[in-house]
């Protein structure tokens, strides 16, 4: 959980950005929209095979 504490002369403004540079930081947006839609285990471990043939062919 990603907490924000609003110090003596911050704006709302900075405070927001603050938050959102937390949230991309933890990793929390890719994570919801991973989890938006069921996965079959079956289909999620053929992309986990394809995205790794994808990271071998790109580092050769």
């Given at each position: 959980m990603v907490f924000v504490?609003?110090?003596p002369g911050d704006s709302d403004d900075s405070v927001?950005?603050?938050f959102t540079k937390k949230v991309i930081d933890a990793?929390?947006?890719p994570?919801?929209?991973r989890r938006q839609f069921y996965v079959k285990p079956?289909?999620?471990k053929k992309?986990?095979?394809e995205e790794s043939?994808?990271?071998r062919k790109r580092i050769i």
């Open positions: 504490k609003k110090m927001i950005r603050k990793g929390i947006i994570e919801a929209k079956s289909l999620a992309m986990k095979q043939r994808r990271m």
